[in-house]
């Protein structure tokens, strides 16, 4: 697996079959660049900061992007009427439309980032209830 940072596989022959371990980003000489120069090298969040996050997008990165696409709107508009008949004013009209594109795709990727942060936590502690479940159901010490 060449060019994958930080991720290491060994195979080891023991008693006939083969052994695959695999590490990913984690213990003693896991050379991980940190995802931000001087941050954390790793993606690990607590529901809290997941919940802040979700909470950010909704105060204040939604409504203030509503708001600098609403002015952008309506300063367009007026650039619009100032120049009626002339090129411009369809140049106008086009950069308008494919601004309030964009604006709309980008609210859209807000609000799913936002679900995903929230749901996140939800399904962390659903695998983590449904793992401990199985082994459970499985484990022959159950029945001593």
């Known amino acids: 697996m060449s060019g994958d940072v930080g991720q290491e596989q060994v195979r080891a022959h023991a008693g006939g079959a083969d052994r695959v371990a695999t590490r990913l980003n984690s213990g003693p000489g896991a050379a991980v660049p940190p995802l931000v120069p001087g941050g954390p090298g790793d993606f690990a969040s607590t529901p809290a900061e997941k919940k802040a996050a979700a909470g950010t997008?909704?105060?204040?990165?939604?409504p203030d992007t509503k708001k600098a696409a609403d002015h952008a709107d309506d300063a367009t508009g007026t650039a619009q009427k100032g120049f009626d008949g002339w090129d411009t004013a369809a140049g106008l009209a086009k950069v308008a439309d494919t601004w309030d594109q964009?604006?709309?795709?980008?609210?859209?990727r807000l609000a799913g980032e936002k679900a995903a942060l929230r749901g996140a936590s939800g399904l962390f502690a659903g695998n983590d209830t449904g793992l401990h479940d199985?082994?459970?159901s499985q484990s022959k010490l159950n029945h001593l």
Not at 57 to 62: D, K, R, V, Y
Not at 102 to 108: E, F, I, R, S
């Open 57 to 62: 997008i909704e105060t204040e990165l939604e």
């Open 102 to 108: 964009q604006v709309k795709t980008l609210m859209g």
């Open 134 to 136: 199985r082994f459970l």
